[in-house]
């Protein structure tokens, strides 16, 4: 890799590990599962930076969290992060992050919002939603339900996701 990859890579994982500690997560009740921004740039990584770059930095954010720092939601680290409750959204980032700039192409802002929301938010709910079921041994329906209430907050952060990737891909790439 060159150096200008390095650091957008090191870039985005700073993004995540930034804006996943520095907001507090709002907890949903029901399920224990917090509302964080690390959706959003994993959203905005995904539409700013090349497939590898995008796919690098969610799993340099993952191995990071997996080896103690405290990056994940709730100031949180370790193993036993990534393999409880809410690690199948964590395990999701690296491919959600790969798949939206995959099929990005020109990262027209209905193309680019479209695929946040395929891939950011459905990706991610999918992966998150099957750990879940299989830690709390509860159907998948019954774990997604609960989900479905935080949908509004998750398209707001694909829009906000795509906006500034429009701008801010100007002046990164």
């Given at each position: 890799m060159k150096i200008k990859q390095i650091v957008r890579v090191a870039l985005f994982t700073a993004l995540i590990c930034i804006f996943t500690i520095s907001v507090p997560p709002i907890i949903i009740p029901v399920i224990n599962v917090p509302i964080t921004l690390q959706t959003m740039i994993v959203m905005l990584a995904a539409s700013v930076l090349p497939k590898k770059e995008a796919f690098l930095s969610m799993v340099l954010y993952i191995i990071l969290g997996g080896l103690g720092l405290p990056v994940f939601s709730g100031m949180k680290s370790g193993f036993q992060v990534l393999v409880g409750l809410t690690g199948g959204f964590l395990l999701s980032f690296p491919i959600a992050a790969y798949m939206i700039s995959l099929l990005k192409g020109q990262g027209s802002f209905y193309r680019l919002l479209m695929l946040n929301i395929?891939?950011?938010?459905?990706?991610?709910?999918?992966?998150?939603?099957?750990?879940?079921?299989?830690?709390?041994?509860?159907?998948?329906?019954?774990?997604?339900i609960p989900l479905l209430i935080i949908i509004p907050f998750d398209i707001i952060k694909a829009i906000l996701a795509t906006t500034i990737s429009i701008k801010l891909k100007r002046i990164i790439i």
């Open positions: 395929i891939f950011g938010i459905g990706l991610v709910y999918v992966f998150g939603v099957i750990q879940m079921s299989l830690y709390t041994k509860q159907p998948f329906i019954s774990m997604l």
